[in-house]
């Protein structure tokens, strides 16, 4: 291989990298905004204990059919907080949000859920 061949392979694996990095950061920036987006439902239902738990219809997430709208990130940005047991779940099967843990995350967790959590 000679010179300018060594830069095109260069350049388009260099290119190849930056479209991954663009993908993963966009991903990632959805994630938080539905984050956001949840805690705010379950904080403007006043879902923030047991007594005033609500069902995931009444939050207004319903799973996606890919083919008939855009990738909404609800459902997982949901998923992810009960996870982290940001949301929680009454034995009916009720949600709320604690807050408490939700501000022990944001102080104390993982890169990755400080990230995606807001503060």
Not at 57 to 70: M, V
Request: proline residues 2%; contains cysteine.
């Amino acid at each position: 291989m000679n010179g300018q061949e060594n830069n095109a392979t260069l350049f388009v694996l260099l290119f190849f990298v930056g479209f991954i990095v663009v993908v993963l950061l966009t991903s990632l920036f959805l994630q938080r905004r539905s984050v956001i987006s949840v805690i705010k439902t379950f904080r403007k239902k006043n879902a923030c204990d047991e007594n005033r738990a609500i069902s995931q219809e009444e939050i207004g997430i319903r799973p996606q059919h890919a083919l008939l709208k855009k990738r909404d990130y609800k459902l997982q940005a949901l998923q992810f907080l009960i996870n982290v047991q940001v949301i929680r779940a009454t034995e009916a099967g009720m949600l709320y949000l604690s807050e408490e843990t939700l501000a022990t995350l944001s102080r104390e967790s993982s890169k990755i859920a400080k990230i995606l959590l807001p503060k």
